[in-house]
């Protein structure tokens, strides 16, 4: 008899502290990561027939929606 893999053992404190220090380094400054509408559209239709995993983590920032209505788009 097989035995079950096990999965990774994930720090999700890490990767929050990671997550919050990598947006308000955002907000306080230029972004990080900048792509174009062309680039995007080329990603999108490169994967658009593929079969993908995300993982999609949510943060919620205190205060974060006063924040985000005093930045431009």
Do not use: Y
Request: proline residues 5%.
């Amino acid at each position: 008899m097989n035995k079950p893999k096990s999965s990774p053992l994930v720090n999700v404190n890490s990767i929050m502290e990671n997550s919050q220090s990598r947006v308000w380094n955002t907000l306080g400054g230029e972004p990080g990561f900048i792509i174009s509408v062309t680039e995007t559209q080329n990603v999108l239709d490169k994967f658009a027939r593929s079969k993908l995993e995300f993982v999609i983590l949510h943060v919620d920032l205190v205060g974060s929606t006063k924040l985000s209505m005093t930045i431009p788009l």
